[in-house]
């Protein structure tokens, strides 16, 4: 039974690993499943007591010397952009709070089964030693390596096979969802107040797991999600981010002030919403099917960046500048950035419904040649039998082919438009409900900024150490919109130099 649940993981359902008091989002392990040379494992480490170099020399007892390790709390920030061109924004702190308990590592191996590297990883008294609980206290970050702990779990096959049924009779969040403030604020004071399973039935409906770790009678939980887009993966390391950064800010802030708390509560969770929307329309965008012979054509607007290099404007360049000293120019500059995305995607949505509504026409203009087509059909015995009795009727023989032609090219123009037609008109109709969540999402953070503006008491507090985690944080989002809108910008610049051609 837990082979069954670990092959859906990687078919639509994504697991939420909750331990130590933080979300764990457990990404797809593409090695594997594109059978690559180097495999890796990807772990979160709790209580550690140990150095990074005896961490790298346990690891390398297991794995052999030709394996690394790499430690991810630092890392660089880049944002792919087409096959070879990128965007990189900054450097610096992952959304992480350092703390000296705390790694995340990426061990690389190619001479070892990913489940024996896992195996000996559990089975090793050096690897025991750094931590509190043993291996309990690592938590897998990626797809194989998750299975491999759950097989080896002591979960009874009954509990397997409830969990495995119920999920198909419950409605799972997909990590895309767009995200309700209210909903979200009960869900951190749930768990703050270690109410956790009905943070859980709030936030992530659905079955519950228990995994038993078999060390000082540890468990981590596992709550299921689903997996509805392409780039849901992406949204949900976003989301699981930025959920762990609200619930540490939440707890460390002594002097809890609901009217400041929500300031940047709201901000933050706003940003991610319209990071959310402006994803998806992306990728909708880039799907468009285009009718028509159009030399710039190349299938979708997706192989067409391709050939293009996006570049941030200098407003998005100031806004993802690292300083946060003068918090409120961050904000203006924001602002500014909302305002342009909103006159873009307004621009761009009315340009949607006016070619929907062009190519409607020009597909109700084919069923004229396909009538046509019939008449022609029906004609051409009536002429041909026509000429045989007379014999003498003036150009009978090309009047009956030139007949022909036109008939079969009546046909073929139908068939034609209307399925060219249809499938541009079905693609761009999927856009429109992204648009309408993408203009509620950019008017609900317009909104919350001009109260932030004028409302002296819900001003943010940026300096204080304890909440250092709030730069860190809005840096990220600030990051990931700046990403999202040259995306999102280049795509609807696409989609303008198409229509020039239809």
């Keep these: 039974m837990a082979t069954n649940i670990a092959y859906n993981n990687h078919c639509s359902i994504k697991p939420i690993i909750y331990y130590n008091g933080r979300f764990h989002f457990v990404e797809e392990d593409i090695a594997t499943k594109f059978h690559f040379d180097t495999d890796y494992a990807l772990f ?3 209580n550690f007591k140990g ?62 089964p990913h489940a024996v590297v896992v195996e000996g990883l559990r089975t090793s008294a050096s690897i025991a030693s750094l931590t509190l609980n043993g291996f309990a206290d690592w938590i897998p970050l990626d797809s194989t390596s ?12 009954e509990n397997l096979f409830f969990k495995s049924e119920a999920r198909h009779y419950t409605k799972l969040r997909a ?15 749930d768990l703050l107040d270690d109410f956790e399973s009905g943070a859980f039935e709030k936030l992530f409906p659905g079955p519950i797991i228990s995994i038993d770790r078999s060390i000082n009678g540890m468990f981590m939980t596992v709550v299921l999600t689903r997996a509805r887009y392409i780039f849901d993966e992406d949204m949900g390391k976003l989301f699981i981010e930025v959920l762990n950064s609200l619930i540490h800010d939440r707890k460390v802030e002594k002097e809890f002030d609901k009217l400041i708390y929500d300031s940047y509560f709201l901000l933050s969770v706003r940003i991610l919403n319209l990071i959310r929307d402006l994803v998806h329309l992306n990728e909708i965008y880039e799907d468009f099917h ?24 200098d407003l998005e360049k100031a806004l993802i500048d690292i300083g946060f000293d003068r918090f409120e120019d961050r904000l203006q500059e924001l602002t500014m950035i909302v305002r342009e995305i909103d006159r873009s995607v307004e621009t761009a949505y009315i340009n949607l419904q006016e070619d929907i509504e062009k190519w409607k026409k020009r597909k109700s203009m084919a069923n004229f040649s396909y009538i046509l087509s019939v008449l022609i059909a029906i004609a051409l015995p009536s002429i041909y039998h026509y000429y045989r009795q007379t014999e003498n009727v003036p150009f009978g023989p090309i009047t009956t082919v030139v007949g022909c032609i036109i008939g079969l090219v009546c046909a073929f123009w139908h068939g034609w438009a209307r399925n060219s037609y249809g499938k541009a008109i079905t693609s761009h109709k999927k856009a429109i409900p992204i648009h309408s969540s993408t203009a509620n999402s950019l008017e609900a953070l317009q909104r919350w900024l001009n109260r932030l503006s004028i409302v002296k008491r819900c001003k943010i507090p940026m300096n204080n150490e304890e909440l250092k985690g709030r730069k860190i944080l809005l840096s990220y989002l600030f990051d990931e919109l700046v990403s999202s809108a040259a995306e999102m910008r280049l795509s609807i610049s696409l989609e303008d130099e198409l229509r020039r051609y239809r």
């Design 51 to 112: 150095t990074k170099h005896d961490i790298i020399e346990a690891i390398t007892q297991v794995v052999g010397p030709v394996g690394s390790v790499s430690f991810l709390n630092e890392f660089e920030r880049s944002y792919s952009r087409c096959l070879d061109n990128r965007i990189e924004l900054r450097t610096g702190s992952s959304i992480e709070i350092n703390n000296s308990d705390m790694l995340k590592i990426k061990i690389k191996f190619s001479n070892k």
């Design 175 to 189: 990590l895309s969802d767009p995200i309700d403030p209210a909903i979200l604020d009960v869900v951190i004071d």
């Design 290 to 313: 285009s009718p028509g012979v159009c030399p710039l054509f190349a299938g979708s607007i997706k192989y067409m960046k391709v050939k293009y290099i996006e570049s941030l404007t």
């Design 44 to 46: 979160q480490i709790y």
């Design 146 to 157: 998750y299975e491999c702990i759950l097989r080896s779990s002591n979960m009874s096959n």
